[in-house]
């Protein structure tokens, strides 16, 4: 399975600020997810990324809140932007693992965000 | 649209009982279906995969099957011991997306 990191593991930000998030596999990979989970929920798919297009943002989701970028196959950002207490949440990333392992998915360790 | 439930909600053990996880989900038409553990603020670890023509997968104390005709799933953990406590998802995969149920935490007492 591959590896992932992310940065921040944790943040507290001011509202009506924007952070920034960024994940590293250590592999290539065509695929990458961006997921939040708020407090006491399970997760929620807030996008797909995938190197060279642009993400494709499930219903509820807008890129304004939340732009990603995707400038490699093993690289990816989120932001989250203009933030408000609504926006606590812990953000993971995730990448399909590589083909021939059955199409499992893998997550990073996550960022814990609170917004105050 | 997918839905994933996962029963109970909360499961407290003394060390050594094992322990019996249920995930259920609305459409059949399934890629696979992963079991995930999830510590307190932390990411999620895959503990199974189970594959849409499989019936069960086995990894050390943890068993996992799958009935895809009527849309449910077990985990089963042997012998449960207290690092075995933390909140245990079950998500299956339609195309590209996970879907999720909201988990079943579970504590295991020494």
């Known amino acids: 399975s591959a590896v992932i990191s992310q940065k921040p593991s944790r943040d507290i930000c001011q509202r009506g600020t924007s952070l920034t998030i960024q994940c590293q596999v250590d592999?290539?990979?065509?695929?990458m997810f961006w997921y939040r989970q708020q407090p006491g929920q399970s997760l929620t798919l807030i996008a797909t990324?995938?190197?060279?297009?642009?993400?494709?943002?499930e219903s509820g989701f807008v890129i304004d809140k939340f732009p990603i970028s995707r400038p490699n196959l093993t690289f990816s950002t989120l932001t989250v932007s203009n933030m408000s207490p609504e926006d606590s949440s812990i953000y993971l990333c995730?990448?399909?693992?590589?083909?021939?392992?059955?199409?499992?998915?893998?997550f990073g360790p996550g960022t814990r965000l609170t917004v105050t | 649209k997918q839905e994933v439930t996962q029963i109970p909600a909360a499961l407290s053990v003394p060390e050594g009982e094992n322990l019996v996880l249920n995930c259920s989900f609305t459409?059949?038409?399934?890629?696979?279906l992963q079991w995930f553990r999830q510590d307190p603020g932390k990411g999620l670890t895959s503990l199974l995969l189970?594959?849409?023509?499989?019936r069960e997968q086995t990894s050390g104390r943890l068993n996992a099957s799958l009935d895809k005709s009527s849309g449910r799933s077990t985990l089963y953990i042997a012998a449960s011991q207290p690092g075995d406590s933390a909140t245990y998802l079950c998500a299956v995969r339609a195309g590209y997306k996970l879907s999720f149920g909201a988990g079943t935490t579970v504590t295991v007492r020494a």
């Open positions: 189970i594959q849409s023509s499989q």
């Open positions: 459409d059949s038409a399934i890629y696979n």
């Open positions: 592999s290539q990979v065509t695929m």
């Open positions: 990324a995938n190197q060279g297009s642009e993400a494709t943002y």
């Open positions: 995730s990448v399909e693992a590589s083909t021939g392992t059955g199409g499992g998915q893998y």
